[in-house]
């Protein structure tokens, strides 16, 4: 599939298919817990492809899974029936930690069945782009730090911090080429939330030219970076963020898409942002309902908008709630 034609496509004024990122939720139409789905590919890949036959998305994400790739450097990870993931403790804590980090082998840990869990699943979904789901460099190196050290290490050891960057990318090209290599998946979809946190100038120095290494070893016509961040400095960040140059980028409900709309340029594919958690999680049909003709309203103005989740879409969101999410996005387009 060429990519750059679909991003083209995305970019068209009128109606267009919406791209939540939607996977976990399979848990509920399988009969299985979040623990299950994460340690076996064909269950993985069935979820994906029985989400893919329900809702018209305008393509088929794989499970955000955040712990994959810091699990396969030794992070400790805590596992739950009902929720994603999540890693505990830290690698890293001074400069000789960090420079006796090993990069993991490919396939190492998880990762092996997450390879195998999306090469099954572009067999299975052969109508929409098949995407799989990475970390961002500095979000992977503040797994491997503990999120809140990371975030002072970068004032007071930036040296450290720039090592275990230095690591993390060469794990995630590693990571990325391997599902473009090996699998026919048609791109990925970062997640650099932690980035979101920074200040623009850290922003800049500690995320942008790792996201863009990172880019620019990986992405052509036939697969793509898409650049989700959902943290909420996004706004002030974004001259750093599109320099990364991903085909397309996803923003999250922590801002205002009607603004972020007005600061991306025209020719750039840009997607968010209905709240999981408030919304397809724990809200009603008619208040999803509500909130995205609220946002399709305010952006779709912009022919480079495309409605969507403001992150991923929590493991027990109710099934009647994303229904309302597509039919809202009919509902808008009918008009």
């Given at each position: 599939?060429?990519?750059?034609?679909?991003?083209?496509?995305?970019?068209?004024?009128?109606?267009?298919?919406?791209?939540?990122?939607?996977?976990?939720?399979?848990?509920?139409?399988?009969?299985?817990t979040v623990k299950e789905l994460i340690a076996d590919s064909v269950?993985?890949?069935?979820?994906?492809?029985?989400?893919?036959?329900?809702?018209?998305?305008?393509?088929?994400?794989?499970?955000?899974?955040?712990?994959?790739?810091?699990?396969?450097?030794?992070?400790?990870?805590?596992?739950?029936?009902?929720?994603?993931?999540?890693?505990?403790?830290?690698?890293?804590?001074?400069?000789?930690?960090?420079?006796?980090?090993?990069?993991?082998?490919?396939?190492?840990?998880?990762?092996?069945?997450?390879?195998?869990?999306?090469?099954?699943?572009?067999?299975?979904?052969?109508?929409?782009?098949?995407?799989?789901?990475?970390?961002?460099?500095?979000?992977?190196?503040?797994?491997?730090?503990?999120v809140s050290e990371a975030m002072v290490n970068c004032i007071v050891?930036?040296?450290?911090?720039?090592?275990?960057?230095?690591?993390?990318?060469?794990?995630?090209?590693?990571?990325?080429?391997?599902?473009?290599?090996?699998?026919?998946?048609?791109?990925?979809?970062?997640?650099?939330?932690?980035?979101?946190?920074?200040?623009?100038?850290?922003?800049?120095?500690?995320?942008?030219?790792?996201?863009?290494?990172?880019?620019?070893?990986?992405?052509?016509?036939?697969?793509?970076?898409?650049?989700?961040?959902?943290?909420?400095?996004?706004?002030?960040?974004?001259d750093s963020i599109l320099r990364v140059g991903a085909a397309a980028?996803?923003?999250?409900?922590?801002?205002?898409?009607?603004?972020?709309?007005?600061?991306?340029?025209?020719?750039?594919?840009?997607?968010?942002?209905?709240?999981?958690?408030?919304?397809?999680?724990?809200?009603?049909?008619?208040?999803?309902?509500?909130?995205?003709?609220?946002?399709?309203?305010?952006?779709?103005?912009?022919?480079?908008?495309?409605?969507?989740?403001?992150?991923?879409?929590?493991?027990?969101?109710?099934?009647?709630?994303?229904?309302?999410?597509?039919?809202?996005?009919?509902?808008?387009?009918?008009?």
């Open positions: 599939m060429n990519m750059k034609q679909w991003v083209e496509q995305m970019k068209q004024p009128g109606p267009k298919k919406a791209m939540p990122v939607l996977s976990f939720p399979c848990i509920s139409l399988m009969g299985i269950l993985q890949a069935k979820g994906m492809k029985m989400v893919a036959d329900r809702v018209p998305s305008a393509a088929s994400v794989s499970m955000m899974d955040l712990s994959v790739e810091a699990e396969a450097f030794g992070a400790q990870v805590k596992f739950s029936d009902d929720e994603v993931p999540t890693v505990i403790g830290a690698l890293v804590t001074d400069e000789d930690e960090a420079d006796a980090l090993k990069v993991p082998a490919v396939g190492t840990g998880r990762t092996g069945k997450y390879i195998e869990a999306i090469g099954e699943a572009t067999k299975l979904i052969t109508d929409r782009p098949v995407f799989a789901g990475v970390i961002g460099p500095f979000s992977l190196a503040g797994r491997l730090m503990d050891e930036p040296d450290m911090v720039h090592t275990t960057l230095e690591k993390a990318t060469e794990f995630l090209i590693n990571y990325i080429k391997a599902y473009k290599e090996q699998t026919g998946a048609n791109g990925v979809v970062m997640a650099e939330p932690l980035a979101g946190m920074l200040s623009p100038a850290l922003a800049e120095e500690f995320s942008e030219p790792y996201v863009r290494k990172i880019v620019e070893a990986v992405q052509d016509d036939e697969f793509i970076v898409i650049y989700h961040n959902c943290g909420d400095n996004v706004l002030l960040m974004i980028y996803h923003f999250g409900n922590a801002i205002s898409m009607k603004e972020m709309m007005t600061k991306v340029p025209a020719d750039v594919l840009t997607m968010g942002n209905v709240d999981p958690s408030s919304q397809f999680c724990n809200g009603t049909p008619e208040s999803i309902r509500e909130e995205t003709l609220r946002i399709m309203g305010e952006c779709c103005d912009h022919a480079n908008f495309g409605i969507s989740s403001g992150c991923d879409i929590p493991p027990i969101s109710k099934w009647e709630n994303i229904d309302a999410f597509f039919a809202a996005v009919d509902e808008f387009y009918s008009k």
